[in-house]
């Protein structure tokens, strides 16, 4: 007769323990949680650059220069958008890496004797397709501390894969042609984006909490504002670059 009182009562007190746990763990349990969007929140804004920086971009320094081309003599200049150059991303405790499935592999093409696109970021671990678009042989490679590569020379259409593991900015140049320049952008989550050409850019799927939104430019100051989300709301955050 104890016993079965004994285990009456284990039983009991297991049941109001499951009755007593949270409403979206059980709904969890059962595969009825809100929709991601309603759980989650986002981050919009947009970036301006003043006039002064919107200049030709500079040529990189003799060290690695080589002899032009006819393509690199032909080519006309052009102003450079330098919104589309910026990198928007979230740094502070809580963000959850999984609650977004970035791509685990991305391109950077050569086309025209130029890097595209010139700025590309991606999340660590990534790995990043080198491309040859052109008819003339490129050769592709970096001296960054994060990432140190030299993919020889390669022909027309093909293409050699890199892998990002280090957190860090990888500054991508080409070893025949002294004019082109990228870089690539590693970041250890994956809440980041670079804005549209009209500076506008939206980050989603961000968990609720207070977080720093930092802005990355390769020339212009770096900027950054804290700021909360809220599950199933919109936060705006606005910068001005110089």
Known sequence: MRTL?????IIAGVLVLLGSRPAHRNQAANGNLPPLQERT???????EVSA???????????RYRGVASPM??????EKV??????????EGEGLDVSSIQRNAKAVMDQKKAKF?????????GTEVDFVNHDRVYHNVFSLSSPKRFNIGRRP???GVPVRFDKQGVVQVFCDIHSQMTAIVVVLDNPFFVRPDEEGVFKIDQVPPGTYTVKVWHERLTAAEQK????AGGTARANFVLE
Request: proline content about 5%.
């Open 227 to 230: 700021i909360t989300v809220t």
């Open 5 to 9: 009182i004994t285990w009456s009562a």
């Open 116 to 124: 595209i696109p010139h700025v590309l970021a991606v999340q660590k």
């Open 41 to 47: 929140g986002a981050i919009v804004g947009k970036i």
């Open 72 to 77: 690199e003599m032909d080519a006309p200049s």
């Open 81 to 90: 958008n330098e919104q589309k150059n910026v990198v928007v991303y979230l």
């Open 52 to 62: 002064a920086p919107q200049l030709l971009r500079m040529e990189r320094g003799a």
């Open 156 to 158: 027309t259409g093909e």
